[in-house]
C-alpha cells in the first residue's frame, strides 16, 4: 500500500486529464524510449511566456506510468483546465544495432495528434528523428548525450514555420529525483525565445 501513496496523492490531479483530454505535448516530446514496466514518474514544470525571467510562467504537472512493457501512458494538466492524455508504444528492433522504433499519439480520446521515429543508441549518444502530426505536419531530428553520470545534455530540431531548436539539460540529484532546464530557439524570429525549469521524482512500483 506504501508504494502505491504517490497514485493515490497524485488521482485528484489525474483524474480530470483521464476525463477530459485534450490536445497534448506531454506524452509526446521526440523521445522514442518509454517507461520501465511499474514505473511512475511525476513532473512539475513551469514555461516562459516570453525571454523575460519573471512571473508570467505556464504551470503544468503531468504523471507518466509505464503499464505494460514497451508501453507507458501519460496524464497532464496546466490546472487552468487544459488536461490531456496521451500513450506510446515503444520496441526494439534490433538489439545488435541498439535500433528502437516508437509510435504515440496525444489527444488519444478525441482526435488523436500521431507521432512516430526512430532512435538509435551509440557509444555515449543517441540520435533520434520522426515525423510529428501537428502543426500541419513536422519532422524532427534530435541528439543526446550524457556529459557525466549525473549531467544529461539534449539538442533537438523541428521543422516549419511553427518549429524551434530546442537545447535541454537533465541533472539526477538522486536517483529519483531529476532538474531539468531547457531554452527554445523558433523558426520563426518574429516569435519569442523561451525557457522552461522542471523537477521530476520517478519511482519503481514494483519493488
Do not use: C
Not at 510562467?57 to 503531468?62: H, L, P, R, S
Not at 505494460?68 to 490531456?84: H, M, V
Not at 478525441?110 to 555515449?124: N, Q
Not at 549518444?125 to 550524457?146: K, M, T, V
Request: proline residues 3%.
Amino acid at each position: 500500500m506504501a508504494r502505491l501513496a504517490p497514485v493515490l496523492v497524485a488521482l485528484p490531479l489525474l483524474l480530470p486529464a483521464l476525463a477530459g483530454a485534450q490536445s497534448s505535448t506531454m506524452a509526446g516530446g521526440p523521445s522514442f524510449k518509454v517507461q520501465k514496466t511499474d514505473r511512475i514518474q511525476f513532473d512539475y514544470r513551469q514555461t516562459s511566456r516570453s525571454e523575460a525571467i519573471d512571473g508570467r510562467y505556464v504551470k503544468n504537472f503531468q504523471i507518466v506510468y509505464g503499464i505494460y512493457k514497451d508501453f507507458e501512458l501519460a496524464a497532464d494538466t496546466d490546472f487552468d483546465g487544459n488536461n490531456r492524455l496521451g500513450a506510446k508504444y515503444s520496441v526494439l528492433l534490433d538489439a545488435k544495432q541498439k535500433l528502437r522504433f516508437g509510435i504515440g499519439a496525444n489527444d488519444i480520446t478525441e482526435d488523436p495528434d500521431v507521432y512516430l521515429g526512430l532512435v538509435k543508441d551509440f557509444d555515449g549518444y543517441e540520435i533520434h528523428a520522426g515525423y510529428l502530426e501537428s502543426n500541419d505536419g513536422q519532422g524532427f531530428i534530435g541528439y543526446r548525450r550524457r556529459l557525466t553520470p549525473e549531467l544529461r545534455f539534449t539538442v533537438d530540431h523541428s521543422t516549419g514555420s511553427r518549429g524551434r531548436t530546442a537545447a535541454r539539460f537533465d541533472y539526477a540529484l538522486t536517483d529519483h529525483w531529476l532538474l531539468d532546464a531547457r531554452i527554445y530557439f523558433p523558426n520563426d524570429s518574429a516569435r519569442d525565445r523561451t525557457h522552461r525549469f522542471g523537477i521530476t521524482y520517478a519511482m519503481d512500483l514494483g519493488k
